[in-house]
């Protein structure tokens, strides 16, 4: 097992970032046109009212029990712990929420803050459609107007969430300028609320974006850390030794680690998106091959040429095909306390095999990332030691993507 | 007296009003932007503003955006919006000339080496759309010390007391964005300009110029009754697509075009 990194930094306290502006360390801040500054003070106004509201988290609490059934298990997965060998590992099983994937936790918070504002038009961008299904899902439940921007290039690699989208009464709106991918998607909702700043609430996904989205998306996502450490405790009695959890733009990750920062004891590694291998400069893995820049808002680490452009991305996972991640995590990269690894293509398809047929759990291929990761940690690791892998979502949504990797039409 | 200043100075006592063009460095051809840079001073343009092509113009409506697309096909960049610039002032040492961009190419050629080549070439001012005044202290910092201008964007949706903050911080001019959304976006209000151009100009001396739905003479004269002066960009951009399109890759073409559109508008402001 490699040495805890959170040893040299006991003087850290997490629960000062970010800091009144939005900045983790160097990172984060709130990089936008003048025309969204109202738009996002106004939101961090509001967020500042109802963080500690009673009612509000009451409200939090009520609708992630009984819409998204939570808590979400912590799994021992048995026969892959035995199969693996090494540490004990147990999933958090994220992927049995309502709509299959951690992203309802923060479309359920965050449209609560829209309720609060009376704006009735959502937007959210998406990649891999998770978030687009769990934001169309949840302005279904509001009966809110939803416009959910999408790369050409994932509607068509994910046209079983589009279909759901649709079903739901969301408007998916191809978008068709650069990559056609999650960083255009996000260009383009960016515009539209530029534009209809007036009525309309933008759900973004994920714990990037500018000050304050990365603080209000980890507080939503923090639940499944909560609830890990709370069932830990409980169920082994003891915290695990060991966290892995893919890191795309890094909500899932996030919301895991959170809770557990101050946890000394508790190694944390975030999994990129390795795609053909770091060495082929054709992966999405900004924390192990990119530098800082700026990028949708945020100052993050990026992957981006040497003129400053941001450049295409690859993975097979259309949730982690993005070429920037939370502010956060490029500052508790820094700060040594988070691990930032990569998994390619091939190593998450292997995970993805081996799972579904170990323990019968199908995981989407982002959550694939980990669990890949996880195995490789196990075997470096003790029997009496223990690790929770956030098994972030389900991978019925990938099964195509897969038969065609196997070469048949379903 | 910098470029700038200089520029309005002469122009109030000339009783006229500012029109600032928009083009983007190397669309679609590098040898082109040249041409057109001068052929915009020849036919009436007061202040020029060169957009510094990036992959994530997130600011921009589809005509520009896909302006910088085609920049970037054939790799324009910060070096080449520099270059170009120096070229420029080569035969032309009176125009202003104002680059504007997203912060991260900036970044990445570095706050020191950017403004050393900047002031090198002869680049004026600086407007960067994705950096607030929040964000800027360093960057505006290092380009006082060169003695370049740092041009802010205000909103409708700006209080006033985010009016007074930009203001603040602001050099060489306000630009008041005309509306909320991207730009070539639809139509402009001019009741709401007045308004809020009257309470910028309570906070500070500086000129006010609008942008954003500016499409032709009349909609120019509008906003220019209202203000210091006018930002044509989308209008100049989707004249520049047309010919494209057509694959026109004569340089005088291009500079034949914007011209045209050019004089049409310089007539109507000066009317």
């Known amino acids: 097992m490699s040495s805890n990194p959170s040893s040299n930094n006991k003087a850290v306290d997490y629960s000062q970032v970010p800091d009144a502006r939005g900045h983790f360390g160097p990172y984060g801040g709130r990089f936008v046109s003048e025309t969204l500054i109202y738009a996002l003070d106004e939101l961090e106004a509001l967020y500042r009212k109802l963080k500690d509201d009673p009612e509000f988290q009451a409200q939090f609490d009520y609708d992630l029990a009984q819409y998204v059934g939570r808590p979400s298990p912590l799994y021992f997965a048995e026969r892959w712990t035995k199969e693996t060998g090494g540490a004990q590992l147990y999933l958090k099983r994220e992927d049995l929420n309502h709509t299959g994937a951690h992203k309802i936790n923060n479309t359920i918070g965050q ?96 714990c990037a974006g500018p000050h304050p989205y990365p603080e209000l998306v980890r507080d939503f996502q923090s639940v499944i850390g909560r609830e890990a450490r709370r069932q830990s405790l409980a169920q082994v009695g003891k915290l695990p030794d060991a966290l892995v959890a893919c890191v795309g ?46 990028l949708h808002g945020n100052r993050t680490y990026l992957m981006e040429d040497e003129n400053g452009q941001i450049i295409e991305t690859h993975s097979i996972s259309a949730g982690l095909d993005y070429p920037g991640v939370g502010p956060e995590h490029s500052w508790l990269k820094d700060i040594g306390r988070v691990n930032y690894v990569a998994i390619n293509d091939d190593e998450a398809m292997a995970a993805f095999r081996n799972l579904t047929k170990v323990e019968g759990i199908m995981p989407a291929l982002e959550s694939s990332h980990a669990v890949a990761y996880a195995e490789k940690l196990a075997r470096e690791m003790d029997p009496d030691q223990m690790i929770i892998v956030n098994l972030s979502g389900r991978g019925d949504k990938d099964i195509l993507t897969v038969a065609e990797i196997d070469g048949i039409t379903v | ?231 044509v960009g989308s209008v100049l951009v989707n004249q520049i697509a047309a010919l494209a399109e057509q694959g026109e890759t004569n340089p005088a073409i291009y500079a034949a075009a914007v011209s045209v559109i050019i004089a049409e508008i310089r007539e109507a402001l000066d009317k």
């Open chain 2, 1 to 231: 007296m910098s470029r700038i200043k200089q520029r309005f100075e002469s122009l109030r006592q000339q009783g006229r009003k500012a029109l600032v063009s928009y083009v983007v460095m190397g669309d679609p051809a590098k040898d082109v932007t040249l041409p057109v840079m001068h052929a915009l001073v020849a036919s009436g343009t007061d202040i020029i503003e060169l957009g510094i092509p990036f992959s994530d113009p997130n600011a921009e409506g589809p005509v520009i955006q896909k302006a910088h697309e085609r920049a970037l096909a054939h790799g324009s960049s910060l070096r080449d919006a520099l270059a170009q610039v120096k070229q420029f002032r080569e035969t032309d040492s009176d125009t202003p000339v104002l680059l504007m961009g997203y912060t991260n190419p900036i970044e990445r050629m570095g706050y020191d080496s950017f403004i050393e080549k900047a002031v090198d070439a002869g680049v004026d001012a600086v407007l960067t759309v994705d950096l607030p005044p929040e964000e800027a202290e360093e960057f505006s910092e290092h380009l006082k010390q060169a003695n370049m201008e740092n041009i802010f964007l205000l909103a409708p949706t700006s209080s006033p007391s985010r009016q007074k903050k930009v203001t603040d911080m602001a050099g060489g001019f306000i630009y008041y964005v005309s509306l909320k959304g991207v730009t070539g976006a639809g139509n402009l209000d001019v009741n709401s300009v007045n308004e809020n151009v009257t309470s910028i100009r309570s906070l500070t001396d500086l000129p006010v110029c609008v942008g954003f739905g500016i499409k032709d003479g009349a909609s120019a004269r509008a906003v220019a009754d209202l203000s210091d002066g006018v930002v």
């Open chain 1, 111 to 206: 449209a609560l803050l829209a309720k609060h504002t009376g704006k009735k038009r959502i937007i959210a961008e998406t990649g891999a459609g998770q978030h687009g299904v769990a934001t169309a899902t949840v302005a279904a439940r509001l009966g809110l107007e939803c416009h959910v921007f999408m790369g050409e290039e994932d509607i068509h690699r994910q046209s079983l969430n589009v279909y759901r989208m649709k079903l739901l009464g969301a408007e998916v709106i191809p978008v068709t300028s650069g990559s056609k991918t999650l960083k255009d998607a996000m260009n383009e909702a960016m515009r539209d609320w530029v534009t209809n700043v007036d009525n309309t609430f933008y759900i973004i996904g994920t």
């Open chain 1, 249 to 294: 733009g890094g909500s899932n990750a996030i919301g895991l680690f959170h809770p557990f920062l101050e946890d000394e004891s508790v190694a944390m590694y975030g999994v990129e998106a390795g795609g053909y291998g770091l060495e082929t400069g054709k992966h999405a893995a900004p924390l192990n091959d990119g530098i800082p820049g700026v």
